[in-house]
């Protein structure tokens, strides 16, 4: 595919930014399921977030381009090629992952409304009504302004600087995989839906992973390229789950207990390698050191904040504390990857543990310092549920750099988890 070709002569009619219901990430609909099962009738509100608030997203984003691209989401459903990958499809082992009563709710949805508002350099855009509907906007939200950004950049320039810039990206993408093509054991898969620089560039660098690294390239979190390009589809869960099931809690005893009533939700949907915790929504430490021990008999862990050596130390520790063998375990890295840190990482641990990669936006949007004012370096946006039930959400993951909420809940949530004093790190993404 000539992309830069593609891209100087792309209508959105053409090219939409959002192809499909399932141009999202797997363990999106995953968690989909879960809630539709356990939280039908749980109303949540999601609300985007731009963490690097340099990045003025209303200036450069036309709001008709906007509005245009959202309701476009909103026409789409499932196309019966879609709907019979999910239902006869084979995932972690298992067939028919995806419920009968799910799916016939899932081939009749249609997205529900937004809210979308202009406050100063910024975008106000929120959904609102049942959390098993309004979930499976965020993804597709997030996907939407980050590619109207990297249009914005793209319509400035010529057709042959178009050519030259896909030329050095694909170059830097091709030189990563070099790098990483000599790490021997190496388990790696595409994190970068959310925060990728396009649809196309997202697909482009799937098929190069596929190509470079082999069977080293274990899929893909994107369903649609997962279909498209007959590859895994790849995903657990994520802090949604607990930040929704915490702030439903009538008590400072049920928020304790919130974070293991939502594993124990999914232990009894799910086995193998979709038993994957994720501990840092409330802090890793405190979270392993209160956790039942059913639960060190899961799989793995994924590593999502802080700093990851620190939270592979805490697994592996907490692991041997329970009477577990952390090299029958494995260890997920997916915070703001690149490969000398993945390199570095594996080199620390693979010998201990099993360890895997999720590979998110310095894949699919690495074009720092390839215009001019670095217009095309990835920035830190995200869409989260804000509220459930009309209260609200908070998380501290163990960066303090990416809590969330009010003030006063924060330090409730703090003291309910024991949560004392957090190293601040940089957010790259």
Not at 285 to 304: H, S
Request: hydrophobic content about 40%; overall charge negative; aromatic content about 10%.
């Amino acid at each position: 595919m000539d992309i830069a070709t593609r891209v100087y002569n792309h209508k959105w009619k053409i090219d939409p930014i959002i192809r499909s219901l399932i141009d999202t990430d797997f363990y999106k609909l995953l968690m989909c399921q879960s809630v539709f099962r356990n939280k039908p009738d749980t109303t949540v509100t999601f609300s985007l977030i731009n963490r690097s608030a340099h990045v003025p997203l209303a200036r450069l984003i036309d709001e008709g381009e906007l509005r245009e691209q959202l309701d476009h989401i909103r026409s789409l459903s499932l196309s019966r090629g879609e709907s019979t990958w999910l239902r006869g499809n084979t995932f972690y082992g298992k067939r028919q992952m995806f419920r009968p009563d799910f799916m016939e709710w899932f081939e009749g949805l249609r997205l529900p409304p937004y809210h979308l508002e202009r406050k100063g350099d910024q975008y106000e855009l929120t959904f609102e009504g049942k959390w098993h509907e309004v979930m499976l906007w965020e993804i597709p939200a997030l996907a939407v302004l980050m590619e109207l950004r990297s249009r914005a950049v793209l319509d400035q320039m010529g057709r042959f600087e178009l050519q030259v810039l896909y030329a050095r990206a694909m170059t830097r993408v091709w030189e990563k995989i070099e790098r990483l093509r000599e790490v021997e054991d190496l388990t790696i898969a595409d994190f970068g839906t959310r925060r990728r620089h396009s649809f196309l560039w997202q697909d482009w660098c799937v098929q190069a992973m596929i190509e470079g690294l082999g069977e080293k390239f274990t899929g893909t979190s994107n369903c649609l390229i997962a279909m498209r390009r007959e590859v895994e589809a790849i995903g657990t869960n994520a802090h949604e789950l607990p930040m929704v099931y915490s702030a439903l809690a009538d008590s400072d005893a049920e928020l304790a207990q919130a974070p293991y009533d939502v594993l124990s939700d999914w232990h009894d949907e799910h086995e193998g390698n979709l038993r994957i915790i994720l501990p840092d929504t409330y802090g890793t430490q405190g979270f392993l050191d209160r956790a039942p021990d059913w639960l060190a008999g899961w799989t793995g862990i994924r590593i999502d904040s802080g700093d990851p050596a620190k939270g592979a130390e805490v697994a592996i520790n907490w692991w041997k504390e329970r009477g577990e063998d952390p090299a029958e375990k494995r260890v997920i890295f997916s915070d703001g990857l690149d490969v000398q840190q993945i390199q570095d990482l594996h080199a620390q641990f693979s010998d201990r543990t099993k360890v895997s990669f999720g590979w998110g936006t310095l894949l699919t949007n690495d074009f720092r310092k390839l215009v001019p004012d670095d217009a095309l370096a990835p920035f830190s946006l995200v869409c989260k549920a804000v509220a459930a039930n009309g209260r609200p959400t908070v998380k501290l993951s163990d960066n303090p750099e990416k809590a969330m909420g009010p003030a006063d809940e924060i330090e409730r949530y703090k003291r309910v988890f024991g949560v004392g004093r957090q190293e601040r790190q940089a957010v790259i993404v």
